[in-house]
């Protein structure tokens, strides 16, 4: 039924987009399903042309959508969009804090108000706290940077935004399909980028074809978005093929986790923000592990409880689903939860670089928006109306490139030998945007907090009242999060306490609450091909296997040896991802190569 639903989603849609004025000679076209037999030639892909493709239904996908509607409109001229995204539906993959600062929204649709955008919960309250093992010390507002400064900002659902995004984008004529993974950069034969296919489905774990075998589509354009997220797995790809990394540092991440609970309304503080240092990634003034957490009081009665770990921490011990679950106990968390049920969970990666690490935006046919380029803000805490404004800005200069020419949309053809389009005026206007202004004056905080946690905040003060980016140096991260895991022989193994069922939970419990679900299908994390005696050979005897912690929803474990002349082997629950990306970023060598798995499967994240 899900594959029926699908294509009958993406057939009403195209037949009725078919139909409007100026769209006559487009054609329509229903996925071709097929059964395979062993040995049997898969058939071609179907395809079909738009001006714009975007890659990702988040805010920066969505905001590009909407904004290139918005000045076509404007112009009086057609502009094809069509944007997939691989979450069942528009927002299911969407996992943020959120403190939401309206900035940009306040830019796309001055009357979001009036059109009823979810954003309800005005915050009343910061507070931030540095923690011992059972104390708490306030930090006084008025030391607070003010980045930190949540005045005139809300606590939202980043999904439910995007799902609204989704509706304001559907209505102003941007072809929506959510269901339907990019899995392949499609390329002209000058090497500039045509659009992208999805991901064939219906494929058996042994990789033969299925009775439900259906082939990707091909979704070709004169410009294509990726707007992916943290560590898009095509994005990945068009920085190599394109070299975009180039002269920029490598980019750290950090790993978020989060659970909602649902509290009774006598202890509920509508708009109450809460963020925490110290226990328990920092025990010391020169703790070097980056992270801290948050609380968010959302109306009517929730709380958005958060646990961010820097991945370039050193000890292969670490979990950072134990620690998130070990700091739930502190007596200031504690009393916040009483009487509470946790109702979700969930993980996600983030970018941390900042503005030393975005890297080239542009190449030949696309660019890169939102969190697939790395615009979060680490001291704000903040991503999302960054990837907001990046994907508004993207818009407007693709839609300067494109307003003079022939649109797919009036029925012109995609010639594969005309020009590329021209979008790099994305890069420039990026440069000149707030985005950059606001990124460029914290660019080295991050950074110093590898000198430990009390330099860090003396020098994020530092930063964020007096130097404000102008410094002429710059704290550079200059390996990747996986090469900064130390042998497991230098570390000191850590103990966790076992979950008391109340505050927290053992790992699969807390996984049935994110809603994950993959059809059978074969396994969407692949070791890459010459590294694929590294898991036994390196990662379990030199680190003591540090996918079996890092992982926040147990993909990864090693057997007992016993069917490899005792040596263990890695086991791969694909099934449990929920997309977080964190394997292909910390795993020793980045041994894991992430790629998507048949649209519609992973988290279903309905209130993250």
């Known amino acids: 039924f899900f594959f029926f639903d699908r294509s009958f989603m993406a057939a009403a849609c195209l037949l009725r987009r078919a139909v409007l004025p100026l769209r006559s000679a487009r054609t329509p076209f229903l996925a071709s399903y097929s059964t395979a037999s062993e040995g049997e030639e898969l058939p071609p892909r179907e395809s079909m042309d738009y001006d714009v493709v975007i890659v990702g239904g988040g805010p920066s996908g969505l905001g590009a959508g909407i904004r290139l509607k918005q000045l076509a409109k404007a112009a009086n001229k057609e502009i094809s969009v069509c944007l997939i995204d691989k979450g069942a539906q528009i927002g299911s993959h969407i996992l943020s804090g959120n403190v939401f600062e309206p900035h940009a929204l306040d830019e796309l649709f001055p009357n979001w108000k009036e059109l009823g955008a979810p954003l309800e919960t005005k915050v009343t309250k910061d507070a ?241 928006i939102g969190c697939s380029a790395g615009f979060l803000n680490s001291v704000k805490i903040k991503g999302s109306h960054t990837a907001l404004k990046s994907g508004m800005v993207a818009a407007e200069s693709v839609f300067e490139a494109l307003k003079d020419q022939p649109s797919i949309a009036e029925g012109n053809a995609l010639e594969s030998s005309a020009p590329v389009v021209d979008v790099s005026g994305y890069e420039e206007a990026m440069r000149k945007s707030w985005v950059y202004d606001e990124l460029r004056a914290v660019r080295n905080c991050h950074g110093s907090f590898q000198f430990g946690l009390v330099p860090g905040l003396m020098y994020t003060g530092l930063s964020a009242y007096v130097l404000r980016g102008r ?109 977080c990306k964190c394997c292909s970023i910390k795993t020793p060598k980045e041994y894991i190569n992430w790629t998507v798995p048949e649209g519609g499967g992973g988290p279903n994240y309905e209130n993250m």
């Open 128 to 368: 931030f706290y540095l923690l011992s093992e059972t104390k708490s010390f306030g930090i006084p507002h008025f030391l607070f940077p003010k980045e930190l400064n949540n005045d005139k900002n809300y606590i939202i659902s980043l999904s439910k935004l995007c799902q609204w995004l989704g509706k304001q984008a559907e209505e102003l004529g941007v072809d929506l399909f959510p269901g339907f993974a990019a899995s392949d950069v499609l390329y002209r034969a000058d090497g500039a980028v045509e659009g992208v296919a999805t991901k064939d489905v219906g494929i058996g774990k042994d990789g033969k074809p299925k009775d439900t075998f259906a082939r990707g589509m091909a979704l070709r354009a004169k410009t294509t978005l990726f707007a992916e997220g943290c560590r898009g797995s095509l994005s990945e790809s068009l920085m190599k093929n394109f070299n975009l990394r180039d002269g920029v540092p490598p980019q750290t991440y950090g790993l978020g986790l989060k659970e909602i609970w649902e509290i009774p309304e006598e202890n509920h503080k509508p708009g109450y923000v809460q963020h925490t240092l110290g226990f328990p990634l920092q025990n010391s003034a020169f703790a070097k592990t980056f992270g801290g957490t948050f609380m968010y009081h959302m109306k009517p009665n929730l709380v958005l409880v958060g646990f961010v770990v820097g991945l370039d921490y050193t000890n292969p011990y670490l979990s950072p689903y134990e620690e998130f679950q070990r700091w739930k106990h502190h007596p200031l968390i504690a009393k916040q939860l009483e009487g509470g049920t946790c109702v979700a969970y969930g993980a996600r990666c983030l970018n941390e670089g900042g503005y030393n690490t975005i890297p080239k935006l542009t190449f030949p046919g696309g660019a890169l």
């Open 471 to 579: 410094e002429p140096w710059t704290f550079a991260h200059t390996k990747k999060d996986s090469d900064c895991t130390l042998p497991a022989a230098q570390c000191k193994p850590i103990e966790y306490p076992k979950p008391d069922g109340k505050l927290s939970f053992d790992l699969l419990t807390n996984l049935s609450r994110s809603g994950t679900n993959h059809e059978e299908q074969p396994s969407h994390l692949k070791v890459k091909p010459d590294l694929k005696d590294f898991p036994s050979t390196v990662s379990l005897p030199v680190y003591a296997g540090p996918e079996q912690r890092f992982c926040p929803a147990r993909v990864y474990e090693y057997s007992d040896g016993s069917e490899a002349n005792g040596v263990p082997q890695l086991i791969i629950n694909n099934q449990n991802c929920v997309h």
